[in-house]
């Protein structure tokens, strides 16, 4: 059993009673090898910010569970190098089993979610109760989940997203004990995440997605006021990587994203931790395709890895500055 307290890492009580106060989001950003790490932490500590390293199961099984123990204890003091202290959070992404979260909790996760919206609605609870009563024993936080995401990433996969129903949060909240929980309101997973008729265009030509449903998430505020709120499938999509990917070889078609002037709306509520993963896929995976198409003969995999990492480490400042406003917060 390792604490993830030895580590260095804190829980996401604290952070998320100060987003809520303050009015932002924590970003919770996923990664899968030390270049994205780097640039996690160094974007968030030139920014001040609080966060969330995000592990999905098979970013686990990629890493190694020991490996990445390893890495949010280097997290930990590579901030510290860099000269601040920010509070940092290891957290499973998409727990889909009481076993995984457990493994997690006594491998050094400081915070997990057990993800059991593709289940009926009581064993949803069933599940979701008892990872909380093992988590808690070890003052480890837990995120539940109600509705479902439509879309693909890692080993979550769902063909319609179910939007969240205000009738059962109160319920859910009070029977499992969670910490925070994740809602469906119109964002999905991956970097498709609409389909080009269910958009419009803007004055530019470019397609615009139907809106989120703040209306939901007022709703759910309305009935657990103050309750932290988490939001996944985040990404905006940002069309100039999609661009650079296209002009280099790729073939990323109907490629479109969450608007950031609506996950700014919603960092302002009680939303206080907003998942983004292909944003930072497509700006790492634009990185690389530019090096490769420019330097063909190229090999040596410091210098494509080494700039993916730099375009990284501009994309999370940006989302820390302007989308999310967990910058000077840390």
Do not use: W
Not at 204 to 226: A, H, M, N
Not at 300 to 321: T, V
């Amino acid at each position: 059993m390792v604490s993830y307290k030895d580590l260095g890492l804190v829980n996401t009580r604290e952070g998320f009673k100060k987003a809520i106060a303050g009015q932002y989001a924590i970003p919770a950003f996923n990664f899968n090898n030390m270049e994205q790490m780097q640039a996690i932490v160094a974007a968030c500590v030139e920014t001040s910010s609080p966060v969330i390293l995000q592990v999905s199961s098979g970013a686990r099984k990629y890493a190694n569970q020991t490996l990445l123990r390893y890495m949010a204890q280097g997290a930990v003091e590579y901030a510290k190098e860099l000269g601040k202290n920010i509070p940092i959070t290891l957290h499973l992404d998409h727990g889909d089993s009481f076993e995984l979260c457990k493994s997690c909790i006594d491998m050094g996760f400081s915070s997990v979610m057990i993800d059991g919206s593709h289940l009926p609605y009581e064993e949803n609870v069933a599940v979701t109760k008892k990872v909380v009563e093992y988590a808690h024993q070890h003052d480890v936080t837990v995120e539940g989940e109600l509705g479902v995401l439509a879309g693909v990433e890692d080993e979550v996969s769902a063909e319609h997203h179910t939007y969240t129903e205000p009738d059962q949060v109160v319920d859910f909240v009070t029977r499992t004990g969670v910490d925070s929980l994740a809602i469906s309101i119109g964002t999905s997973h991956g970097a498709n995440k609409f389909k080009p008729e269910q958009c419009t265009r803007n004055a530019e030509g470019i397609l615009v997605p139907p809106p989120l449903r703040f209306d939901i998430l007022e709703e759910i505020e309305r009935r657990i006021p103050g309750f932290p709120i988490v939001l996944h499938g985040a990404s905006s999509v940002p069309q100039e990587y999609v661009k650079i990917i296209n002009e280099n070889g790729g073939a990323l078609k109907d490629a479109i994203g969450i608007p950031e002037e609506q996950l700014r709306k919603a960092a302002k509520s009680a939303v206080c931790k907003i998942n983004i993963d292909s944003d930072g896929r497509l700006a790492m995976t634009a990185s690389v395709r530019k090096t490769f198409n420019d330097s063909p003969a190229e090999f040596d995999p410091r210098k494509y890895l080494g700039p993916a990492r730099d375009e990284l480490k501009k994309l999370y400042m940006h989302k820390c500055e302007h989308v999310l406003g967990s910058a000077g917060k840390a």
